[in-house]
């Protein structure tokens, strides 16, 4: 079996190669990356050493370099990761977002297509389905809820959903969907919520947290995203969406909280700033279909996974230091001051 992972050198793609490596060691892997400001490929230096992991380094919106890539390797199954992935970067510039999420997505499917692969698999998110209220705590996104996006980012994701769909039934694309909730865990790029709060109070700096601080997000620990991913891609029903979540709500000023009282730091860290435009104010997804159909079930609970992701940053300084000593320290310093 041989398996194309496009944004392999990115945080959940990534954990998906060493998973995929472990699980499966007869399975070669090729990962497409373009190396992003979010890619790195120390992340991969392990799956170096492996004889069955090969890197490629291009677009997955370059025709030329994808189809040649595909002639090549003959694909059995992709899994496409590769995306702009950070909200507050897409409401600063939308372009980058459609071209990697849209067209790149088309250009894989159109490959895909050529080449006769056996299964596409699109990693999607439950930020296609918009947000519910707080105070409903009752309501869940079940993969019939309506897409209804706020964000560029979240619209990208949805187009790119619904293209899959197309090319399933005008096509025949053998195409499976995930949608699933945010994740945490090791190579998370500091930009976002929990490795940033990690990294900043290590640091000793302030916590920004957007608005009230009461929005709430659906935590998952990366490997149980992955292995989800890995059921799908083998069992899951041609032509499906499957929504992928562990039923872990938190508010963002708990999650920050709770990273605080782990390292011994002071809640005097915690900085109120100016809200996301367009600011989702809750997901929480419902994960029946992939429990009911697939037997999936998380096996880290909030507890255990944030203990470890801690843990992971204290024991990998330098993988995160290097990050935010580079270009994102420009990204930062202009997002974050004068709030
Ligand atoms: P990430 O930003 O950490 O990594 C993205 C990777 O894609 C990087 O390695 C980057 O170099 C690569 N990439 C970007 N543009 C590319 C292009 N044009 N061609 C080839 N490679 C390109 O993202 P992530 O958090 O690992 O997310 C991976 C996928 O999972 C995305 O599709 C995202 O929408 C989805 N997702 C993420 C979450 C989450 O909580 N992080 C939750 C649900 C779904
Ligand atoms: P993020 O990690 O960007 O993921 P997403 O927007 O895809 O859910 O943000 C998670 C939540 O944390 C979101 O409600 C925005 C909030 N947030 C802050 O309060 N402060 C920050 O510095 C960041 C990056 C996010």
Known sequence: MKILVTGGAGFIGSNFVYLMLDKHPDYKIVCLDALTYAGNLETLEEAMKNPNFTFVKGDIADRECVFDLFEKENFDIVVNFAAESHVDRSIETPEIFLKTNIMGTQVLMDASKKYGVKRYHQVSTDEVYGDLPLERTDLFFTEETPIHTSSPYSASKAAADLLVLAYHRTYGLPVTISRCSNNYGPYHFPEKLIPLMIANALNDKNLPVYGDGLNVRDWLYVEDHCSAIDLIIHDGKVGEVYNIGGHNEKTNIDVVRI?????????????????????????????????????????????????????????????????????YQQYYDRMYTNN
């Open 259 to 327: 990273i605080i009282k782990q390292l011994g730091k002071s809640e005097d860290l915690i900085t109120y700033v100016k809200d996301r435009a367009g600011h989702d104010r809750r997901y929480a997804i419902d994960p029946a279909k992939i429990h009911a159909q697939l037997g999936w079930l998380p096996s880290t609970d909030f507890e255990t996974g944030i203990k470890k992701t801690i843990n992971w940053y204290l024991d990998n300084k330098p993988w995160w230091e290097k990050i935010i000593s580079g270009e």
